[in-house]
């Protein structure tokens, strides 16, 4: 189970402030209850049926930890006014009192509150790659990291087989061609994910090969790396 570590220290992290405001994740293979290990999984699969719809995850693992460590009691319900009503003192408090309950209950221990950014798909496909070429990505990526690389850029995969430069856009030639390679570097096969999840952006990288936008990438991809 992976574990929220918060200003701490880690392999390769160095900070002058003891790493104060700032968060990592580590996998700790006996972390967490059979209950919380079901609940992960279970978030798991919920954002993953609604990924096509709901393309941010929320950061629902990242708050999970703050709210255990924040005992703060249920969330008030929340007050909903009609385009016409009269907003009542009572319904600003019990709105108010909902959301420093909220924030109270996902702050971390030392002050800040852990967020993801997670929009962006250009920056972890290039680091992949420089790692692969180095010869560094076994020494850098366990195989629970590369598990997770996989199992961000599958749920990020749009529904015509490619990739975006960022994870509610359009598919385009960089994007999934990125993806495609990197996740064949990770192990993933031709015919491998749910739903034919690499044929289909193998597909995608075919049909779109001819793109007078980038020419380049389709014919260097079709040469060289046909399947």
Not at 216 to 222: D, E, L, R, S, T
């Amino acid at each position: 189970m992976w574990k929220l570590k918060i200003a701490e220290g880690g392999p390769g992290l160095v900070r002058g402030n003891n790493f104060i405001g700032r968060q990592h994740w580590e996998f700790v293979p006996d972390a967490g209850s059979p209950e919380e290990r079901a609940e992960v999984e279970r978030v798991r699969e919920v954002f993953k049926r609604n990924r096509f719809q709901t393309k941010q995850s929320a950061d629902l693992l990242m708050r999970m930890q703050p709210r255990k460590e924040n005992p703060r009691g249920p969330i008030p319900p929340p007050v909903k006014v009609g385009g016409t009503e009269v907003i009542t003192e009572e319904a600003v408090v019990t709105t108010l009192r909902r959301a420093l309950s909220f924030f109270s209950s996902i702050q971390a221990h030392d002050g800040h509150w852990p967020a993801d950014a997670a929009g962006p798909l250009l920056s972890l496909q290039p680091l992949v790659i420089a790692l692969y070429i180095t010869g560094a990505i076994n020494d850098t990526f366990s195989p629970p990291h590369k598990k997770e690389i996989i199992r961000y850029l599958y749920n990020h995969q749009n529904e015509d087989g490619g990739w975006s430069f960022h994870i509610e856009g359009h598919s385009t030639m960089f994007g999934t061609a990125l993806s495609y390679i990197v996740l064949r570097i990770l192990g993933e096969g031709p015919e491998d994910g749910e739903d034919m999840a690499m044929p289909r952006a193998r597909k995608w990288i075919l049909d779109h090969g001819g793109l007078v936008a980038i020419p380049m990438w389709g014919k260097f991809w079709v040469a060289v790396c046909p399947d």
